[in-house]
């Protein structure tokens, strides 16, 4: 990491970041702990850095909506506070939002800019209702209500989209994304390890690829309080699909250049964003 001391940034060119953590049920240990990878990030010259889903609280489902706050609340004015002591952009990964009225949570993802202002907010849209015999089943339908907007904010750098974990899934949703201008798309999530194992950097590599951008998707790692196994493996990628940073076996930040210059070579040398023949 000392390596990248002497970056030079540029208005096209500089270094991002995504923070791999195993968030539990103590808010403010998960808050803490966030914070101070956030500030390892910023160190390094990261200058946007973007948390993992549920990234501030993980308990029992029955206690989602209880647990849940509004946005504005305390949560996202600490990472907005944080943002602009840093002047980053800050995506706080998601975070479960109370809206009023609501029986159940959004998975809401929030990026912040070196203000400290919210300029762009998701919920997700894809929910995780899955039943694999012997390894995993959730529903997070039953506690979790789903968004329908296609997401993205305009930054110094160029358009960044949000997505949120399983969304990954669904490459319906990033070619939106790209059709909207995004050059960046985040995807903080909570992989399970099964799933995982078999398909995390295929499908990140895959979105990469066909979409022609960067790809910064930080991960949960280790055991949930529900018992379920994270898979980790945070990922930066390439408009190419090549990773250029991958996170190790624990609790960590990682850190790459983000080219726009690259990312325009390999969209003018390969155009087939010019060549899509179906509707957008």
């Known amino acids: 990491m000392d390596s990248f001391a002497a970056f030079i940034m540029t ?8 923070v791999q953590l195993c968030a539990g049920s103590d808010q403010r240990v998960n808050l803490d702990k966030a914070e101070a990878f956030v500030r390892d990030a910023a160190r390094l010259g990261a200058m946007l850095v973007a948390l993992p889903e549920v990234f501030a609280w993980r308990g029992p ?45 959004f998975n809401t993802s929030c990026l912040f800019d070196p203000r400290g202002e919210l300029i762009a ?21 039953d506690t ?35 059709a909207s201008g995004a050059l960046v798309i985040t995807i903080p999530s909570a992989f399970t390890f099964p799933t995982g194992a078999a398909h995390w950097e295929i499908l990140l590599r895959a979105r990469a ?10 991960d949960q790692i280790g055991r949930s309080p529900s018992g379920v196994n994270d898979f980790g493996n945070s990922m930066i990628i390439d408009p190419w699909g090549k990773p250029l940073a991958r996170a190790a076996d624990r609790e960590t930040v990682i850190v790459a250049e983000i080219d726009l210059d690259y990312l325009d070579r390999v969209r003018r040398e390969l155009p087939c964003l010019d060549h899509v023949k179906f509707a957008q």
Do not use: M
């Not at 208005?11 to 991002?16: D, I, S």
């Not at 990954?168 to 994304?177: A, D, G, H, N, Q």
């Open 209 to 218: 690829i066909e979409n022609q951008v960067y790809i910064i998707a930080p």
């Open 61 to 105: 489902r029955e206690q989602e909506i209880e647990v849940a706050e509004p946005i504005p609340g305390p949560i996202t004015d600490r990472l907005g506070n944080l943002a602009r002591e840093l002047r980053i952009h800050l995506l706080g990964g998601s975070l479960l939002e109370r809206a009023p009225g609501a029986t159940k949570a």
């Open 144 to 178: 979790r209500q789903s968004g329908s907007d296609v997401v993205t904010a305009d930054t110094e750098w160029g358009r960044i989209g949000l997505t949120i974990c399983y969304d990954l899934r669904f490459p319906e949703l990033y070619r939106k994304l790209t």
């Open 121 to 141: 907010r998701y919920r997700k849209t894809h929910l995780f209702d899955v039943d694999i015999p012997g390894h995993v089943t959730i529903r997070e339908s």
């Open 11 to 18: 208005p096209r060119r500089f270094l991002a970041a995504a």
